[in-house]
């Protein structure tokens, strides 16, 4: 049995974008049904791992374990600045080398964006968790994944062997809801 497991969460626009122009996530794209789903998540989790814009800013926060992808460091580093948190180099160091200074060896691993590092783990997701407004658009704005828009979220996570389960209605109001895209188990 592997020693992770291995969660990816984001909320995106109809177009497939998590953030505007500007690479900011806008108020437009905030719902409080998501917000609750992705806290409960970050609050199960052993360890959650964002570049350095993404950080989730709860008044959890301070409890998570997280590792913060980043290029200024030259491997790992434990972060001065912030508390329970582990800064990692991807170019120069495995993925498990920061998880061993970070003090996690086992569990549910959340990762959280941006773009970049949802892309980095894109053929180890367990189970990757997108959620949809589908009045939102961010025209021109950050795609979730590199090649949206050329295709959809869903298309790219079907590419690399994710299928989709039951979607949950987040806010309904809204058109808020999140899939689970799921990794079936190999057989040999
Ligand atoms: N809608 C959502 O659910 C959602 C989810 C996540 C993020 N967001 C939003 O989307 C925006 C994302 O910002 P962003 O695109 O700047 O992404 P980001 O991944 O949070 O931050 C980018 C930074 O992460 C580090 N990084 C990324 N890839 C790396 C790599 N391969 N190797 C080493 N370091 C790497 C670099 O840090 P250094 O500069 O330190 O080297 C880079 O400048 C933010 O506004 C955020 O709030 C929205």
Redesign the pocket.
């Known amino acids: 049995m592997p020693a992770f497991r291995i969660e990816g969460?984001?909320?995106?626009s109809a177009d497939g974008?998590?953030?505007?122009e500007r690479?900011?996530?806008p108020e437009t794209?905030k719902f409080e049904g998501?917000k609750q789903f992705?806290t409960a998540a970050l609050d199960r989790a052993d360890l959650i791992v964002?570049?350095?814009?993404?950080?989730e800013g709860q008044p959890n926060s301070p409890r998570r374990k997280r590792i913060?992808?980043?290029?200024?460091v030259a491997d790992v580093a434990a972060d001065p600045s912030t508390t329970n948190a582990t800064l990692?180099?991807?170019?120069k160091a495995t993925f498990e080398t920061a998880c061993d200074l970070a003090g996690v060896h086992k569990g549910t691993i959340a990762i959280?964006?941006?773009?970049?590092?949802?892309d980095?783990f894109m053929d180890r997701y367990d189970t990757f968790w997108l959620?949809q407004a589908a009045n939102v658009t961010l025209p021109g704005g950050?795609p979730?994944f590199s090649g949206v828009p050329k295709q959809t979220p869903q298309q790219i996570l079907s590419r690399h062997g994710l299928k989709p389960g039951p979607s949950l209605v987040l806010d309904a109001e809204n058109g808020v809801t999140v899939t689970p895209w799921q990794r079936t188990p190999q057989t040999s």
């Not at 969460?9 to 995106?12: A, P, S």
Request: proline share 5%.
């Open positions: 969460y984001v909320i995106v974008n998590l953030a505007d690479h900011v996530m794209l998501d992705f964002h570049g350095r814009h993404s950080h913060v992808v980043t290029r200024h990692w180099n991807p170019a959280i964006g941006g773009p970049d590092v949802f980095m959620s950050e979730v």
